[in-house]
């Protein structure tokens, strides 16, 4: 029975984690795709997004969210602790990509690297604290 229920912690944080992260992100990306990405690494992007990829980050990512902040915040600590520990899974995931970047390109933007520094942390510790509030009511861990 125990690891029946922590399979729907993790299946109901995964799916409440996807439709959150996902809806933000959107957002997010349609509002500054011509506002901040465009006009500072257009010349590095592709004409159109490889979704093969993209939805390969979005299962990865929010299975890395889920098992990192949102199930040990359902188990205990709640909403605070999930915030806290998408916060800083945001920073580390983000940074990855964003310093990686700017370390190994010849033209990379320091602005786009802060923004997409500050978004990680905001949209991962969005999604991890409203997916353990969720989850915690639905599964009543």
Known sequence: MGSEKTLRKYLIGFAIALVAFSAMDAVW????????????????????????????????????????????????????????NGALLGLMAYATYDLTNQATLKVWSVKVTLFDLAWGVIVTSVASGVSAGVTRRIVKA
């Open 29 to 84: 990306l349609t509002q500054s795709y011509d506002r901040l990405y465009k006009p500072e690494i257009g010349d590095l992007m592709a004409a159109k997004p490889d979704m093969v990829a993209a939805i390969a980050f979005y299962l990865i990512y929010l299975a890395g969210m889920t098992h990192f902040a949102v199930v040990p915040a359902v188990n205990r600590g709640g909403v605070l602790r999930a915030i806290g």
